[in-house]
């Protein structure tokens, strides 16, 4: 599990979700509708969300070596899974039935995903992460990685360089510093990483304190 959010919106709102490497099980209750449960898969670019003044949302964010067998990533790039729900009480995913989490005890639901098998962590998109070494040739593990995440190896490395350019810009450095430092071919290249990414420059970056 990477974090949780829990948000219940005063106000309508436009929010932005950015790819940060993680997919989501989203429990959504739209003013005056019932309760939704949904399963994002990864994104590559940005993508608005907009919210109604009494909408209730508790976000469960997972690390991408953490997946699906039933639903992997290549199935849910960039989509929602809309999964059963039984009285508001509880849903399914499969045949599986697990009982709608609260902010104070989203664990309990994470272990028994893990227990019941529905969730798995992936040694191998584990160890291409760090960088380690593995068995396996290039190739296979690109292969693998697309498919256990929905996006290949080298867009997750692109989507993380984009963020921590992003800290650095909020953290004083200037945007060339920001290139020559992460190793972008110029400055132009790192503007368009930014964009792509966190729908920013690195001007509104700095100035709003924005990419997070």
Request: positive net charge.
């Amino acid at each position: 599990m990477a974090k949780v959010r829990q948000v219940r919106f005063t106000a309508d709102a436009r929010e932005m979700a950015l790819p940060d490497g993680s997919w989501d099980l989203l429990f959504v209750r739209r003013r005056g509708s019932p309760l939704m449960v949904i399963q994002t898969g990864q994104i590559a670019a940005p993508l608005a969300v907009d919210s109604q003044a009494g909408d209730e949302m508790l976000t469960i964010a997972f690390k991408p070596e953490v997946y699906m067998p039933r639903l992997p990533g290549r199935l849910t790039f960039s989509q929602g899974t809309v999964c059963p729900v039984e009285a508001d009480r509880s849903f399914w995913i499969g045949p599986e039935r697990f009982e709608v989490p609260r902010f104070d005890n989203v664990e309990h639901l994470v272990a028994a995903l893990a227990r019941r098998g529905v969730l798995e962590r992936d040694p191998v998109v584990s160890r291409a992460l760090q960088g380690a070494h593995q068995r396996l040739d290039e190739r296979s593990i690109q292969r693998h990685f697309a498919e256990v995440t929905g996006l290949g190896l080298k867009a997750f490395q692109q989507i993380a360089r984009a963020h921590e350019a992003a800290r650095l810009l909020r953290d004083g450095k200037t945007a060339s510093q920001v290139a020559a430092e992460l190793e972008f071919s110029d400055q132009a290249h790192l503007t368009h990483s930014l964009r792509r990414f966190l729908g920013q420059t690195p001007r509104q970056i700095t100035r709003h304190g924005g990419g997070s």
